[in-house]
């Protein structure tokens, strides 16, 4: 468990590795640890309250990032006995316009997720009105403010923050001086939540929202940042200048201000990335590969035409003092990325397979693909799938969820449509068809609707791995439980979602696991599905078969691998391309703009072809051969 104290303020730039910091930040490894240590910070502040008989006032946040902590809060209070009948709390906002009651709204949120799991006094809950006419919010904002400032102020503002880097829904242009009221939403903050609304359209346009001048008049800050898709806003808005552009930004003007972040979130801050340039730094070999491809970049040069000169000029000297000259390095480093690349995804028979990515035994290696959704594995790897194939090797498609969500009511009503044609009598099909035109997005998908979107799902993807020449009995659909809620919002990984994965991973005893190391999709069900192989793989690696069985992990939908931790590069010829574009296309219902697209308007196919080419040209680019595209793994040891 963290310690409480972790999180004790100090001012930023102190040490010579955070110079270009200009607020205070605590790295955690992961989120939960993180979320422990907010909770523990604010049940310590609540029990002092507590001594004196003084009212403790919070500020409290919505959206996926304070769950954790909140979840904590509960246990505290269950386990521990903490109390919250001295609590008053203000929430940052909520949609306009907005009943309480819809499960969109936040006050839904809080109740689901802390009020109604404590004994905080309902008349102490503060959440902005999102249910009221435009003329009514301005009187009801003055009042939410006056409020504030009669109790003496907030305590203790518990933050999350957006990519458009708001706090709050203080979006770009906010000024300083603002304080609660009406604003319009951002397309990028719209366009993050329609995964929530089931769609762009859904979204509210606007929001009620506390302003600028009144989360920097709170005590204490504490702002949480979770995951990869963080860690561009993060880097700007702790180590850049302060702007209205990135509202965040002026929380470095704030005299007790703590960033609490996951080691993805904080990734790109320059003592992180790139240690070398602030401070001495331990080098491994990953951090040499990182260096030494970055530097390619700083220059402009290929991998062997870096000197001594280019290293000393961009604080990696002490490398040069460990590894030797440029030379050497160079020449060390150009053999690692040139001994990544292979044709033989399942290892190339009879040769020598210590410099290849992959063993060349046994030669025909039984191998499952694991895809969260019936797409990823075309999506991310269909280059490698039809090589494997086309290679003689026994390959297995697990898709580990139905991916009914992702299919849009107007799709499934085609269907269904279809289905009274052939089968006039049906009752199914007339009951999905009178549910969806009396549906609105609150209310969850029917049991039936939502076989009929698997389904969907599941032809397209046979049809998918047909044309790749895969025999339908080496197709799984697993359908894990924590998926099938009808909405957007899952449950738990349960002991059931781990035993199906077991089972299946014991059933083909493979020699090869591919899965999604994607972690950037915004509804998060790539990291639950790569959370619970990790999962049944700590349960079962004892087994002899698992000796020979080897863990890659892909990426392409959502980001893919930077050069320096790629382990396999699998070239791509252009009629391989062509035919991995046929494949994503047999996927038709996530097409032309589908529901879960996030910031980039490009189609799947689009975008992943333009990674596929990018990662061929950075290799290109430090020296090695030109190829059209190629698809990218990295190893994963458990």
Partial sequence: MAQI???????????????????????????????????????????????????????????????KVYEELIR?????????????????????????DDIQSYHYFMNEHLF??????SENINIPNGDCTVEESLILCAQYEEKIKKLGGIDFQLLGIGRTAHIGFNEPGSHQNSTTRMVTLDHLTRSDAASSFLGMENVPKKAVTMGISTVLEARR??????????????????????????????????????????????????????????????????????????????????ILHLTDKDYYEHGMESLLAIEGTAYDLNIKMFNQLQHAITGWPGGKPNSEHQKRPERSTPEKKRVIIFSPHPDDDVISMGGTFDRLVEQGHEVHIVYQTSGNIAVSNDEALKFAEIGMVFDPKNEIYSKIIQFI?????????????????????????????????????QVHFLNLPFYETGTIKKSPLSKKDIDLMIAKIEEIQPHQIFAAGDLADPHGTHKVCLDSLFLALKEIKHKPFMNDCWVW????????????????????????????????????????????????????WVRVEERNKETAQKFNKLGLASYAAME???????
């Avoid at 949609?95 to 309480?100: E, G, I, L, R």
């Fill in 5 to 67: 104290n972790s999180l004790s303020f100090v001012k930023p730039g102190k040490y010579e590795s955070s110079r270009f910091e200009k607020i205070h930040n605590v790295i955690f490894e992961n989120s939960i640890n993180g979320s422990v240590a907010v909770a523990n910070e604010i049940a310590t502040l609540i029990n002092a309250k507590q001594q004196t008989n003084s009212i403790c006032v919070l500020g409290l946040a919505t959206g996926s990032s304070p769950i």
């Fill in 221 to 302: 800050i504490v702002l949480l940042a979770w995951g990869q898709n963080k860690a561009e806003v993060i880097q700007e808005t702790i180590e850049g200048k302060i702007t209205s552009k990135k509202p965040a930004t002026y929380l470095q003007n704030h005299p007790n201000v703590t960033f609490v972040l996951d080691s993805e979130a904080a990734s790109l801050l320059t003592r992180i990335n790139t240690p070398w340039v602030v401070d001495n730094c331990e080098w491994d070999s990953e951090l040499v590969s990182k260096a030494i491809v970055w530097l390619c970049g700083k220059t402009h040069k290929s």
């Fill in 437 to 473: 035109n009396q549906k609105n997005s609150a209310i969850p998908d029917s049991i039936e609707l939502r076989n009929l979107k698997a389904q969907i799902r599941q032809k397209e993807s046979l049809g998918a791995t047909r044309f790749l020449g895969l025999p339908d009995n």
């Fill in 76 to 100: 505290l209070h269950r386990e521990e006995g903490l109390s919250f009948k001295n609590v008053v709390t203000f929430n940052l906002d909520e949609y306009f316009p907005m009943k309480h």
């Fill in 116 to 121: 109604r799991h404590i004994d905080i006094l």
């Fill in 553 to 604: 992990l892909y990426r392409g939908a959502w980001h893919e691998w930077e050069i320096h931790e790629i382990d396999m590069a699998v070239p791509m010829s252009p009629n391989q391309v062509l035919r991995k574009r046929t494949a994503i296309f047999y996927h038709q219902s996530q097409k032309d703009g589908v529901m879960f697209q996030g910031d980039d308007s490009r189609e799947f």
């Fill in 632 to 638: 990218a793994f990295k190893r994963y040891h458990y």
